[in-house]
């Protein structure tokens, strides 16, 4: 688990990449047809990104399985519509987009360690 100043600084390289580079969606069905259920924009989608803060910090930093020269990425959680929306996200590689793998409705109960009750 990162430190909370771990995942502020995370965010704040993050909100800057994205705002330089601009972040990709990865087209997954599931990140798609949710995206339609919760009836948001892909604007909407990117202003959430740029809300994120540590108490929505859900794990990470965790390696790529799939490619371990890329990235590594982190897990938050959010409501949107009253649903818990999981999101995957990496700063992607140097002088390109964010990476934001996933971005649709949770499939189980997150838990956040940051948060307060």
Same mark, same amino acid.
Do not use: W
């Given at each position: 688990?990162?430190?909370?100043?771990?995942?502020?600084?995370? &965010?704040?390289? $993050? !909100?800057?990449?994205?705002?330089?580079?601009?972040?990709?969606?990865?087209?997954? /069905?599931? *990140?798609?047809? +949710?995206?339609?259920?919760?009836?948001?924009?892909?604007?909407?989608?990117?202003?959430? &990104?740029?809300? $994120? !803060?540590?108490?929505?910090?859900?794990?990470?930093?965790?390696?790529?399985?799939? /490619?371990? *020269?890329?990235? +590594?990425?982190?897990?938050?959680?959010?409501?949107?519509?009253?649903?818990?929306?999981?999101?995957?996200?990496?700063?992607?590689?140097?002088?390109?987009?964010?990476?934001?793998?996933?971005?649709?409705?949770?499939?189980?109960?997150?838990?956040?360690?940051?948060?307060?009750?």
């Amino acid at each position: 688990m990162a430190t909370k100043q771990e995942i502020d600084q995370f &965010l704040t390289q $993050l !909100k800057e990449k994205i705002r330089v580079f601009d972040v990709v969606f990865r087209p997954r /069905d599931k *990140n798609l047809n +949710d995206l339609a259920e919760l009836d948001i924009s892909a604007f909407a989608r990117k202003e959430y &990104l740029m809300s $994120l !803060k540590a108490e929505d910090y859900y794990s990470g930093p965790n390696k790529d399985t799939y /490619d371990s *020269n890329k990235p +590594d990425y982190y897990e938050f959680g959010i409501r949107i519509k009253g649903k818990e929306v999981y999101i995957k996200i990496s700063p992607g590689q140097p002088k390109k987009p964010a990476d934001c793998m996933s971005f649709h409705i949770a499939e189980r109960p997150m838990n956040y360690p940051l948060k307060t009750k």
